[in-house]
């Protein structure tokens, strides 16, 4: 059942394997703390994950993480967790 959760987990939420495909000077960047990954698809992804309740991904002040749905982080849950409640409702 863990490998199901995975694979649909990549399927669903593939920039959390961005990072695999970086090249070096992406790599360093985030070692600083910067997302090589363009600012609009960090908020495209981050509505995204809103909309399906999950929490935005590497959430910094400079993207639109203050959704106007007025909905608050401590209501989102984990991406893993979205994985895991999918998985079994279907038991």
């Known amino acids: 059942m863990e ?3 995975n694979k649909l987990h990549q399927g669903l939420f593939p920039e959390e394997y961005d ?3 970086d090249s070096y000077c992406d790599a360093l960047a ?3 703390g ?3 990954m ?3 698809y960090q908020d495209e ?5 809103r909309k399906l309740g999950v929490r935005p991904y590497e959430c910094e ?4 993480c203050n959704s106007s749905d007025n909905t608050s982080d401590s209501e989102l849950i984990s991406s893993m967790e979205y994985c895991r409640i999918l998985v079994n409702s279907m038991d």
């Open 19 to 21: 990072f695999v495909y």
């Open 61 to 64: 002040d400079s993207s639109s």
């Open 3 to 5: 490998t199901d959760i």
């Open 30 to 32: 985030r070692k600083r």
């Open 34 to 36: 910067i997302n090589p």
């Open 38 to 40: 363009s600012q609009v």
């Open 45 to 49: 992804v981050n509505e995204r994950r």
